[in-house]
């Protein structure tokens, strides 16, 4: 049972209630709703819980995913540094372009490098990436220059090898609905970003979540990467409502994938910009040190002053100052 409630601070109070009469609950996401997992609760209980001014809405189902919107122990967060971005190529293309990112995210405060190695591209006729020679150079680059490194794993029979190189593994748009694929990733044990489906549901996208988790990975990272709508210049919508929705019905995180949805360089930046007033964890860029010859996704990557450029602009975005008054700070 979900019980929605007009506000977190009244969550302690009914859960007591609850409690009271025998009927464990549990808080979800940051806490404005209830979920019972009592598989019944006596009528004139529920007739005086729904009777609670606070109590917004009472919703029956046996199939919440549970694990995603009320965990049983504490949900670690995955530390995302001083800068709360994501960067690196659309696909390792060399050991080189791996060395050369990695140093520069290293230089503009970023933690964290991403890229693809075995990419799944729509287009079978599209550039398919190096595989698991692509994932040896990421991890050196990042070893090398002391950052954690990110990268899509896919069906293939390198997956559990590739894996093995990351720090966390990445679910991509095209797999989120695959749940046999979800369970051989959670059965790796370490943390994933869940990209969200080209046109999934919310609730497809927790329940996407719940195999990861019910398959034994630690933790979850969402990633709302644009969704498919009527727009006919835009490659892909960004859903940044998906940020107060994911935040509001689970403790994971949302970063936000703004290259993706944006298809074009020009529109990265104020996505992104967007994405973390919106209250994303981090954002997670796509950039080349010469965009125009890059194998994948060339339209899309920020050069390297472009990225640096949102660095600032992102500093400024999570700087203390800015959340006591946006637009002085914003205004720097
Ligand atoms: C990626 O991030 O490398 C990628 C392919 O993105 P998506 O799965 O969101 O299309
Ligand atoms: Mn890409």
Known sequence: MFVSLASPDEAPRVRDWLVRRGIAARPVGRGAALVITDPWVPSAVRLDLAADPAVLSIEDTTELPHRVIAPEGPVEPLDVGPVPIVAGPCAVESRDLAFETAALLRELGIRWIRGGTEKTRTSPHAFQGHGRRAAEWLKEAAEAHGLLCVSEVTEGPEAEAIAELLDVIQVGARHMHSPRHLQRLGRLGKPVVLKRGLSASPEEWLFAAEYLLQAGAPTVVFCERGIRTA???????????????????????????????????PYVAPLARAALAAGAEAVMVECHPDPARACSDALQALDFAALAALVADARRLVAPEFHANPTKAGAK
């Open 231 to 265: 727009h006919p210049l835009k490659r892909f919508t960004l859903d940044l409502g998906a940020v107060p929705f994911i935040q509001s019905m689970t403790p994971y995180a949302i970063w936000v994938d703004p290259s993706h949805a944006a298809g074009s360089s």
